[in-house]
């Protein structure tokens, strides 16, 4: 099992978290984790964005006026 410190909601306050064992077959990557004081169960997700290239994007510059 996996461990870390999280902050709970529930607790109010930073506690040790534990992923239980996966049935999804995650292992210890498991995005499911139990607060080992009160129990409380929270999902911890990642998501990717992707990075749009910023030469791809320029603005062409103001024209003066004569």
């Not at 040790?16 to 499911?32: I, K, S, W, Y």
């Amino acid at each position: 099992m996996s461990h870390r410190e999280l902050y709970c909601d529930v607790c109010e306050g930073v506690a040790l978290f534990e992923a239980p064992p996966c049935v999804d077959g995650h292992g210890t990557d498991c995005p499911e984790l139990i607060c080992t004081d009160c129990g409380a169960a929270v999902v911890v997700s990642a998501f990717a964005i992707p990075v749009t290239r910023l030469a791809d994007c320029r603005r062409q510059p103001a024209r003066r006026a004569a």
